[in-house]
């Protein structure tokens, strides 16, 4: 995907896999420190497709079927906690990123639960 700045910060944090947010056009990526290689990887892609998502959603890229679905869903998306866990994974953000991420896990092989 060919997605316009990302710049990624490596943190700390007990359970923390990735996060991602758009900061007037950069693309900020968080990975956890302590995750293993093909962990790493995963959710790098995974964080990926939401700079591609946002792309889509702002017109910088050309239209994708799922762009409205998007959009509502940036508008209410919901954080992960323990008691949003289905409403999380199922929201269209959410939904699509884990499918890209199983999806390119697998053409690179990755030994990754989420794959």
């Known amino acids: 995907m060919d997605v316009s700045e990302i710049r990624v910060r490596i943190v700390n944090g007990q359970g923390a896999y990735g996060s991602y947010r758009n900061d007037h056009g950069v693309h900020r990526l968080e990975i956890g420190k ?5 962990e790493t990887l995963a959710t790098i892609v995974h964080e990926i497709r ?6 889509v959603v702002e017109g910088i890229k050309p239209n994708h079927p ?31 990123a884990y499918g890209f991420e199983r999806a390119v ?4 092989g990755l030994d990754w639960p989420d794959l």
């Open 50 to 55: 939401h700079a591609y998502q946002a792309e």
């Open 66 to 96: 799922d762009a409205d679905d998007w959009d509502r869903n940036d508008q209410r998306y919901i954080d992960y906690s323990e008691h949003t866990v289905l409403s999380y994974f199922t929201q269209p953000l959410e939904a699509d």
């Open 34 to 38: 302590n995750l293993a290689r093909d």
């Open 105 to 108: 896990g697998k053409t690179l």
